[in-house]
């Protein structure tokens, strides 16, 4: 078993064809196709069909393309820190975000970065906890982080950066703007993208400790773009950042809600692979966010690592 054979299976895997393989290598389809032959007859079983969508991994393939993935980026993470040692500055950078991330300041730190690592690929994947953390173990990812408002327990890999204090908010050209209490937001349409019961069950205990019948309407929206739109164009009240209300252009179409009660504080969590060593651009990109939060004076945030 090979590396470059390793590769041509990962990367067949990733184009869905033999041919767009065979361009993303930069190799011939020939060479792809024996690459592949020869992991087929090293251990006596197909590794990969065809379907009517392309090329896919047989069961077995697939078993072998999650340690393929593994052992390809970890060697190019080796090569590209022994590049980074010499002075080179190109290089990878994948990042898992949750949906409510955008709001803890990674856009700021993104700049930052960016004016060190201008010449670093970055790619940003909004996904769910649990696709995250398998690509963190397969090795597809190289850090991420997701914000939570229940603790998540510190684990291998678990790490909370920092809290950041929220609250109601509406835009400003809202009928609800003026509220001041819940029982004048009984009909307000509540936005929230937690994939669990978590925020809906929040809510209505909120209400009925206020002595208010809870709303009917609280809708989940997990694609932050979906929520960035219903937001700025309904009469919704969702829970948002501080940070984001006052340093970002977006937080401006916003006003906070003058309410007896706030939202749970939002905790950002870094995750990474067990025991693994960051690259330095990853490095640099976990300092960068530490950093614009040190430097945040509007709303102090408690730093916890």
Request: charged residues 25%.
């Amino acid at each position: 078993m090979k590396i470059h054979q390793l590769r041509a299976l990962v990367a067949v895997s990733a184009q869905g064809s033999i041919n767009g393989a065979a361009k993303a290598l930069h190799v011939t389809q020939p060479a792809i196709t024996k690459a592949i032959r020869e992991l087929e007859n090293e251990f006596g079983v197909q590794l990969l069909e065809r379907n009517q969508w392309g090329v896919i991994p047989t069961p077995e393939g697939a078993t072998l393309l999650d340690r393929a993935r593994t052992v390809v980026r970890e060697i190019e993470r080796a090569q590209e820190d022994m590049s980074h040692l010499k002075g080179a500055r190109e290089g990878k950078l994948a990042i898992g975000v949750t949906p409510i991330v955008g709001t803890a300041g990674l856009a700021e730190a993104y700049i930052a970065f960016r004016k060190r690592w201008p010449r670093v690929s970055v790619e940003f994947r909004e996904l769910g906890f649990h696709q995250m953390s398998e690509q963190l173990r397969n090795r597809t990812l190289d850090l991420a982080f997701s914000a939570f408002t229940k603790p998540l327990t510190e684990t291998g890999g678990v790490e909370e950066l920092f809290t950041l204090d929220t609250v109601f908010v509406t835009r400003a050209t809202s009928r609800f703007a003026n509220a001041r209490s819940l029982d004048a937001l009984r009909e307000a349409e509540w936005i929230h993208t937690d994939v669990t019961e978590g925020y809906p069950t929040f809510i209505r205990e909120m209400f009925t400790r206020a002595g208010v019948v809870p709303p009917d309407q609280i809708t989940r929206c997990t694609s932050f773009a979906l929520f960035y739109s219903l937001t700025i164009n309904t009469d919704s009240v969702f829970g948002w950042t501080w940070h984001s209300l006052r340093e970002t252009e977006l937080g401006r179409t916003f006003v906070p809600l003058q309410l007896p009660v706030t939202p749970l504080p939002l905790r950002l969590y870094l995750l990474t692979p067990p025991e693994l060593q960051l690259t330095r651009p990853a490095r640099d990109f976990l300092d960068a966010i530490l950093e614009h939060r040190a430097m945040t004076t509007h709303n102090p945030t408690r730093v916890l690592a």
